[in-house]
């Protein structure tokens, strides 16, 4: 079952904050985010595994709320280098040896001077 | 983390024709996938590797479309059978280094286009 990811895509000015979304209708294991830039492989930002909690990496962080099976993801004083398209990854419950990685549609991302 | 390699980077190709894609990794993994990404689109499993057996192929893809090899645990191979158009794509490789609830590494991906 594919994530859904909210907004599709946003524009913003250099210095600016964003929040992505990222739900899905299934029990979630864990929530990946990664960031694409154009002809690029994806990016691993950071991973929230069951148990709800809050990552950060610099001016990145997430949130995982177990019980609404929702993640967003919070970009703060955006950059230009924070421009590209965000996808949010799900591991449901009951993976294990059926572990599968199924990425929402994506966010795309553009940071203006 | 893994450092994941994948060979060609690139390629144009006759509809009809086949083309093998090589992934190889810096270290030992057991799981592995094959992903598609279409234009402008998200990234869709095609297949789970893992190194002992068959490949568990995903809705839609289907084993003589898409065969894979996987010989050991640095290495596998996605062969795109039967090419047309509508398998122009990015195939990128992934890995899962360690425990299902580590980080999943994607190699740099093959843009592939068919005439």
């Known amino acids: 079952q594919q994530p859904v990811q909210s907004p599709q895509a946003v524009i913003l000015r250099e210095g600016e904050d964003a929040v992505i979304n990222c739900s899905s209708s299934?029990?979630?294991?864990?929530v990946h985010w990664y960031r694409q830039k154009h002809g690029e492989a994806p990016v691993f930002l950071m991973i929230?595994?069951?148990?709800?909690e809050q990552k950060g990496h610099e001016k990145i962080s997430a949130s995982f709320n177990e019980k609404k099976q929702q993640s967003s993801l919070y970009l703060t004083a955006s950059q230009l280098s924070y421009s590209g398209t965000y996808f949010c990854g799900t591991v449901t419950v009951g993976g294990g040896s059926n572990y599968k990685l199924t990425f929402g549609k994506g966010t795309l991302l553009t940071v203006n001077p | 983390s893994a450092v994941i390699s994948q060979k060609p980077s690139r390629d144009i190709c006759q509809r009809g024709t086949s083309l093998t894609i090589q992934c190889q990794v810096d270290s030992q993994v057991t799981m592995m996938f094959w992903y598609r990404q279409q234009p402008g689109q998200s990234l869709t499993l095609i297949a789970t590797?893992?190194?002992?057996?068959?490949?568990?192929?995903e809705s839609g893809f289907v084993i003589d479309k898409f065969p894979i090899s996987r010989p050991n645990l640095t290495f596998s191979t996605l062969t795109v059978s039967n090419m047309s158009p509508e398998d122009s794509s990015i195939y990128l490789c992934?890995?899962?280094?360690?425990?299902?609830?580590?980080?999943?590494?994607f190699g740099p991906g093959t843009r592939l286009t068919v005439l």
């Open positions: 590797a893992n190194q002992g057996s068959e490949a568990t192929y």
């Open positions: 992934s890995v899962v280094p360690g425990h299902s609830t580590d980080t999943q590494y």
């Open positions: 299934k029990a979630l294991y864990s």
């Open positions: 929230l595994l069951k148990g709800g």
